[in-house]
C-alpha cells in the first residue's frame, strides 16, 4: 500500500498510481489533521473525493508520530502533546480524538492510536509501550462507532515475542476487524525483525487480514509473507524512487551514477510500466542531475509498479502452490536491495513522506 502523507501519493497522480495496480494507499492522520484539517477534508467529501483516488484507503493514527516525533512531544496515559512542526502550536492527540479526525477524513480502515518505542529498547520500556497500547485500543474501539469503516488493532512488544502475544491476548476481546504488527524496523537489523515475524506472525487470527507497518524492501515482503502477513505499506518506492534508486528483480540500479549517462537502456527491459516503455536510463540520469522533477515521477511510477508486480507475483506463487521455490529463488536474486543502502531503504522522515 503506498503511502500518501499529505492526501496523494508524492508526484503521482490517481490515474497513474491505480495503473500501476495500486488497491489501497495511505494517508497520515497527523498531518491531514494540520494541515488542511480533518473537517475541511470532510467538507471536500472525504479522503476519496478529495484527493481523487476514489478507492480504499488507510489512515494511520498518528502513533508513528509519537516515535518519530519524538523531540517534538510529550507523552502520558491520557495522549501525547505534540509541538506542531509548522507553526509551533500546541496539540493534543488522545485515542479519542485519533478516532474522531480518522472519521471525518472517512478512510475505509482506520487504526488505533498506539505507542511504537524505537529499538532498541529496555525491557521495561517495551511492557510500557504495551499497557499503553492496550490501554489506548480500547479508548479507541468504544470511541468507534461508524459501521463503514473497518478499525484494525495494532500489537506492540518490540523484538519480545511473550509481549507481543501478551498485547494480542489483550486485543483480542475487543473485536477488531484485522490485525496490525507494530513498531518494526525502527532501529533494528531486518534479521531481527524477520525472526520475530517467522515467531509471532502466524498467532494473528487467520480469518482477518494481517498487516505489518511500515516495511519495503523486497527481502522484508518475502519473508513477512512467509510468516502468514497480508498488507504491508512504506513510502521507499516513492522516497527512494525521488532519489534516484530503482528496484528491479535482480537489485537496485542506482540512477545517479555516471555508468548511466550514456545508457539507452530502460531501468528494466522486462518491465511494462511508462517510465521503461518511454525513457532510458540516460536520460533519467539527465534528469535528475538537473533536478527535474520529472526524473523522481517516472523512477517513483517505475517502482511503484514494480512492487505491485511482486506482490502479485507472490500472490500467483501461493495459488499455484509455488510458494516455497519462488520464496527461495526470489529471496536469491533480491537479497541485495535489503543489504544495500539500509540508510535510504527507511520509513517517513519526521515531517512527511
Same mark, same amino acid.
Given at each position: ?16 498510481? $491505480? ?7 495511505? $494517508? ?68 479519542? !480524538? ?10 475505509? /480502515? ?39 469503516? $473497518?478499525?484494525?488493532? /495494532? ?14 491476548? $489483550? ?36 480469518? !482477518? ?18 510468516? #502468514? ?21 535482480? #537489485? ?24 521503461? !516503455? ?6 533519467? !540520469? ?9 526524473? #523522481? /515521477? ?20 501461493? @495459488? ?23 540508510? @535510504? ?9
Amino acid at each position: 500500500m503506498p503511502v500518501g502523507t499529505l492526501g496523494p501519493v508524492k508526484g503521482v497522480t490517481p490515474d497513474q498510481l $491505480a495503473a500501476t495496480g495500486t488497491q489501497i494507499q495511505l $494517508a497520515n492522520t497527523y498531518h491531514l489533521m494540520l494541515r488542511p484539517g480533518e473537517r475541511v477534508v470532510a467538507e471536500l467529501g472525504g479522503l476519496q473525493r478529495m484527493t481523487g483516488w476514489g478507492r480504499p484507503m488507510l489512515t494511520d493514527s498518528g502513533g508513528y508520530q509519537v516515535f518519530s516525533l519524538a523531540t517534538l512531544r510529550k507523552i502520558s496515559d491520557e495522549g501525547v502533546e505534540f509541538r506542531s512542526h509548522v507553526d509551533g502550536a500546541l496539540v493534543h492527540l488522545t485515542p479519542e !480524538r485519533s478516532i474522531e479526525i480518522q472519521n471525518h477524513l472517512g478512510a475505509d /480502515i482506520l487504526m488505533p492510536l498506539d505507542e511504537c518505542p524505537g529499538l532498541p529498547a529496555a525491557d521495561e520500556v517495551i511492557a510500557a509501550a504495551v499497557d499503553r497500547t492496550i490501554h489506548w485500543a480500547q479508548r479507541c474501539r468504544d470511541a468507534h462507532t461508524r459501521s463503514d469503516q $473497518a478499525l484494525y488493532g /495494532i500489537v506492540q512488544g518490540g523484538l519480545n515475542p511473550a509481549q507481543r502475544r501478551r498485547c494480542l491476548a $489483550a486485543l483480542l476481546p475487543m473485536g477488531f476487524d484485522g490485525f496490525a504488527i507494530g513498531g518494526l524496523a525502527v532501529g533494528e537489523a531486518p534479521p531481527e525483525m524477520w525472526r520475530l515475524l517467522d515467531d509471532f506472525a502466524d498467532d494473528l487470527p487467520a480469518d !482477518r487480514p494481517r498487516y505489518v507497518m511500515g516495511i519495503g524492501t523486497p527481502a522484508d515482503l518475502l519473508h513477512a509473507v512467509d510468516a #502468514g502477513v497480508d498488507q504491508f505499506d512504506c513510502v521507499l518506492p516513492t522516497r527512494n524512487g525521488r532519489k534516484g534508486y530503482a528496484f528491479t528483480w535482480d #537489485g537496485v540500479v542506482r540512477l545517479r551514477n555516471a555508468a548511466h549517462r550514456s545508457d539507452s537502456s530502460p531501468i528494466d527491459a522486462g518491465c511494462a510500466c511508462v517510465c521503461c !516503455r518511454g525513457f532510458s536510463r540516460g536520460y533519467l !540520469r539527465h534528469l535528475l542531475s538537473v533536478g527535474e522533477v520529472l526524473g #523522481g /515521477i517516472l523512477i517513483s511510477l517505475h517502482n511503484l509498479h514494480f512492487y505491485q508486480d511482486f506482490t502479485r507475483s507472490m500472490r500467483e506463487a501461493i @495459488e499455484r502452490g509455488q510458494w516455497p521455490a519462488f520464496r527461495d529463488r526470489t529471496l536469491a536474486r533480491v537479497a541485495a536491495v535489503s543489504a544495500v543502502d539500509a540508510d @535510504e531503504a527507511s520509513h517517513a522522515s519526521p515531517i512527511e513522506e
